[in-house]
């Protein structure tokens, strides 16, 4: 019976951080209202918050394999929500020429396609720094 608890514990975990995230990653870019683009049709928004959430889901699959604790799972899981959040401001101070709020709410695909790789890349990056 533990290892059912224990797989509904982890699972619960991992599903309520991927939720936190999401909600956190909409909070930190209020300019872009990624829910109600996606709701009109934008493929860009459904790119650049699938990409932060594909991105996440690499690190929290890590954390539960590679953690020694439930607990540890779900400081690591933060840390990749921070690590996903820190990457978007850092790319809208890089991209200082044109906005990559703009760029989305424009449905500017190309721009979100990058942000989506960069998004996954972080996230298996930092997935595969989860190691003891």
Known sequence: ????MNFLMYVSTAIGLLILGMIL???????IKEFSLIASGNIAAALL????LIGLAFVLGAAAEYSISLVDMALWGLIGIIAQVVLFGIAELVTIRFS?????????RSVALTLFSLSIAVGWVVAKCLSY
């Open 1 to 4: 019976m533990n290892l059912y």
């Open 25 to 31: 990653f909409t909070m930190t870019t209020p300019k």
């Open 49 to 52: 918050l699938g990409g932060k």
């Open 100 to 108: 990559l709020q703009k760029a989305i709410q424009n449905d500017n």
